[in-house]
């Protein structure tokens, strides 16, 4: 089974990883398209709670017994500001309108119901800056560890034109805490202009996974367990939504070795 999920091109729904199609246990995730006018409803499982993230456009949203109203407003996820994001848990339908068109990420993974639903403000979310020269990214921290969660971690990257991004390649799926902790995760991507691509490997020490691929714009990438860095070409800036779930809600990883001299100096 390759790792790589392509995007559906028309339609509402854009990508769908559930536990089931990833032959995993936590990390699902689906993208999708709402027209301007259009409303679209997602339930959540009974078992699972969810982040939705409203990537572009402007939208009002309804759930758990609350309501939003004019969330969202970037024109694309390349814009210099933060998204809006729902937390909601178990069982909660997410009523959502479109005020213009509109592209939604829904993440999700196992939970109980310890916590309500709630907005979660782009001035909420701390954003940074990763790496040096060439390998330099803009990262914002939709919903991190510190913030309230049963399982879920949420985080979108923006890779300029020709850097390398999650890299020197990393991994988190050792249960060998505070060094490294088990994560599955995903990567949603989006590119610009959309007929570039990305470049992402997903290898272990022991190459029982090794696979490298040319990822296109709204294309998720599954990264089950392993190492997995991105590089885009010249030309082309990336973008990516994150989202990890595990054993346990920690975020701790480990460097490939034989690539952890270009930081060590």
Not at 61 to 89: C, K, N
Not at 154 to 177: F, I, Q, R, W
Not at 195 to 203: E, L, N, P
Request: glycine content about 6%.
């Amino acid at each position: 089974m390759s790792l790589l999920v392509k995007a559906a091109a028309q339609g509402e729904a854009i990508v769908t990883v559930t536990p089931e199609s990833a032959h995993w246990k936590h990390v699902g995730f689906a993208a999708r398209r709402v027209k301007a006018g259009d409303t679209t409803t997602i339930t959540l499982p009974a078992d699972r709670e969810g982040c939705l993230v409203v990537l572009t456009g402007t939208v009002d949203i309804s759930v758990a017994g609350r309501d939003w109203t004019h969330l969202g407003g970037r024109a694309s996820v390349f814009d210099d500001r933060s998204p809006h994001a729902v937390y909601a848990p178990p069982s909660s339908t997410y009523r959502v309108t479109a005020r213009d068109d509109a592209e939604l990420a829904l993440a999700s993974a196992p939970a109980t119901g310890r916590f309500e639903a709630r907005l979660i403000e782009p001035a909420s979310m701390k954003r940074s800056v990763r790496g040096t020269g060439a390998n330099t990214r803009y990262v914002c921290d939709i919903l991190p560890e510190t913030e309230p969660a049963e399982a879920l971690l949420v985080v979108e990257v923006l890779t300029p034109a020709g850097h390398s991004s999650s890299y020197p390649p990393h991994k988190h799926d050792t249960d060998n805490l505070p060094e490294e902790s088990v994560l599955e995760e995903t990567y949603y991507h989006r590119i610009d202009p959309p007929q570039g691509f990305a470049f992402q490997r997903v290898y272990t020490d022991e190459r029982d996974i090794d696979e490298s691929m040319a990822v296109g714009n709204h294309d998720v990438v599954m990264v089950p367990r392993g190492y997995h860095p991105v590089v885009m070409p010249h030309g082309y800036r990336g973008y990516y939504l994150n989202v990890m779930a595990g054993p346990r809600r920690e975020w701790h990883f480990r460097n490939d070795p034989a690539h952890e001299w270009m930081i060590a100096r």
